[in-house]
């Protein structure tokens, strides 16, 4: 089975605070997904990152930034968090095979709170 | 615009009953996928029923089915024989092409109550 691990539950943070979110995956997945969902809007796509060090911007980059230094670990950054960011966050991975469209395998889920 | 809607927020079954929950999507293309998400309480997402645009047959995984209406762009999830575990936030999602991979666009979510 594919296994997602994010690194906390849930998380608080204040204003102005910089926050990481690890998110980890054991089956070696080439891609790898930051969303975040918010009641009535679904999930959004934060960013992409197909391979080590490669990222591509999702539906709602500006506040954020990525980093995968390992092709196991993708991480979320909020420089200077906000109240506005207060959501959830889920990370996924998917095969990568470049054909159709790779299911994807999402994590548990951080619950990240911006005071 | 890439959009999915799910135009019921909340849906009601009773156990044993069968609940259709609805799904549209806007597409230019004639190939994409279409994915069915379950989210329980535990928040863990899990895969449902995937559907692929230029397979005719509509996918089925146990209880579940889809109706897929491609010309109508159209694709509902129909759960038979309901059971208190189905109680979730269910996602419909189509796959949408970037520069070095696919994206999914996620509709609003239905909760599914399941009474007994």
């Known amino acids: 089975d594919v296994k997602v691990t994010q690194s906390s539950r849930y998380l608080v943070k204040r204003t102005g605070e910089k926050v990481f979110l690890e998110c980890v995956q054991d089956?070696?997945?080439?891609?790898m997904f930051w969303y975040r969902q918010d009641p009535g809007l679904g999930l959004r796509l934060i960013y992409f990152?197909?391979?080590?060090?490669?990222?591509e911007k999702g539906d709602i980059p500006e506040g954020y930034s990525v980093s995968r230094e390992k092709k196991e670990r993708f991480s979320l950054i909020l420089e200077s968090a906000s109240t506005n960011q207060t959501s959830m966050y889920l990370c996924?991975?998917?095969?990568?095979?470049?054909?159709?469209?790779?299911?994807?395998?999402f994590g548990p889920g951080t619950r990240l709170t911006v005071l | 615009a890439q959009t999915v809607t799910q135009s019921q927020p909340e849906m009601s079954v009773q156990e044993a009953e069968t609940v259709t929950l609805s799904c549209t999507y806007d597409?230019?293309?004639?190939?994409?996928?279409l994915f069915w998400y379950k989210q329980p309480p535990s928040r863990q997402m899990i895969l449902v029923i995937r559907?692929?645009?230029?397979?005719?047959q509509n996918a089925t995984e146990n209880r579940f089915s889809v109706n897929f209406q491609k010309a109508a762009k159209s694709f509902s999830l129909k759960i038979s024989d309901s059971q208190l575990g189905d109680a979730a936030m269910y996602f419909c999602?189509?796959?949408?092409?970037?520069?070095?991979?696919?994206?999914?666009?996620f509709g609003a979510g239905t909760i599914l109550r399941v009474k007994s």
């Open positions: 999602a189509r796959n949408y092409l970037m520069e070095y991979g696919n994206k999914l666009v």
């Open positions: 089956m070696d997945h080439e891609n």
């Open positions: 990152s197909y391979d080590v060090k490669m990222k």
């Open positions: 996924a991975s998917s095969l990568g095979t470049g054909v159709g469209a790779d299911t994807q395998y």
């Open positions: 597409t230019s293309e004639s190939d994409y996928y």
């Open positions: 559907q692929e645009a230029y397979k005719q």
